[in-house]
Every structure is written in structure tokens, then in C-alpha cells.
């Protein structure tokens, strides 16, 4: 099942991921439009500042999303049965008229991917943009630090032994 990943190498924190998914997931699909919609469209991936060098201060950043996983906490976690996961699809979906705000999906979340919307007492999180053939956050990602692959294809990138993946996903 593909996945999106992010190389926090290439990530620079720019938040275009974040800008693309709150349009996406706007009532009008536009960026201008989007800025004037109430409730104010929500973002369901997260930009973060990382350090991974220990206690050397090197900042990276890594965009964040549902990492859809294989055995999800916050499916057992909802009291209102608002969030599934798809036995086929490996998608975790979420259904925001069953949720009841009770935040304990947000709270078992190991990834903190499970957010809050702004205006409102209801929890989201990333559906991949099952609409579209590629998530927004991973069209809008400048530098091809966001791809939608496979977990092997990943890993061969970082590898360095596939380089087509990168230009695939500029």
C-alpha cells in the first residue's frame, strides 16, 4: 500500500503541504475563496521542527500525517465509532459527523497525527486525499521531500539506489 513519506533532508519547513491540504479539504477548492470560508479550512498534516543528531542542535523539519497504521489506536480508541480502518484499503477513515469530541483519539495517537480542528470540537486527520491520484501535500511539496510510495520504494530511495522516484514526485 503506498504511503506518503517525507525525506527530512529535503523538507524545509515551508509549509506548503500544510496550505495545500487546507485548500483540498476547503468547501471551495481555492486558495482565495479558502481564506474567506467559515468555519476556516483545517490542515490535516503538520509541519514539525525535529532535531535528529542527538544533542547536536541541528534543526530538520518533517511533515506529518496519519501514518495510517496497520493495528490504529485511535480506532479503538473512539467511543463513537467514527473512526475505521478499511480491511481492504488499509485506509483509516474518519467521519466527522459520528465525532463526539472526546479527544481520546487524539490523546492514544503516537504520532500526535490525530489534531484538532480549529473551529470546532471535532478531531481530524489525513485521508490521503482519496479523491486525487496524489495527496495535496505532495503535489505542493517544492523540493520532493513529501513522496506517495510504496514502503520498499522509500527505502530504496534514501538508499540512494533509485533516483526516479524524486523526479516522479516533482
Known amino acids: 500500500m503506498k504511503e506518503i ?3 527530512i533532508d529535503r523538507c524545509l ?5 500544510e496550505i495545500a491540504c487546507a485548500i483540498a479539504h476547503s468547501q471551495s477548492g481555492e486558495l482565495i475563496k479558502a481564506l474567506q470560508e467559515v468555519p476556516s ?4 498534516v503538520t509541519v514539525l521542527k525535529v532535531d535528529d543528531k542527538g544533542g547536536k542542535v ?12 496497520s493495528e490504529p489506536a485511535c480506532v479503538d ?4 465509532g467514527g473512526i475505521v ?6 485506509i483509516v477513515r474518519f467521519d466527522r459527523d459520528r465525532c463526539v469530541g472526546c479527544w481520546s483519539c487524539t490523546m492514544v495517537c503516537p504520532f500526535g497525527a490525530v489534531i484538532r480542528e480549529q473551529d470546532s470540537k471535532i478531531a481530524v486527520k489525513c485521508d490521503r486525499c482519496e479523491d486525487r491520484e496524489q495527496p495535496a501535500c505532495v503535489e505542493a511539496c517544492p523540493t520532493g ?11 530504496a530511495l534514501l538508499a540512494g539506489s533509485s533516483s526516479a522516484i524524486w523526479e516522479e514526485s516533482k
Do not use: M, W, Y
Open 77 to 80: 480508541a473512539c467511543i463513537a
Open 5 to 7: 513519506f517525507c525525506n
Open 85 to 90: 480502518k478499511d480491511e481492504i484499503t488499509g
Open 145 to 155: 521531500a513529501l513522496v506517495f510510495c510504496e514502503p520498499e520504494e522509500f527505502e
Open 58 to 69: 541541528r534543526l530538520r523539519s518533517v511533515a506529518l500525517q496519519c501514518r495510517q497504521c
Open 41 to 44: 479550512p483545517n490542515h490535516h
Open 13 to 17: 519547513a515551508c509549509k506548503s503541504c
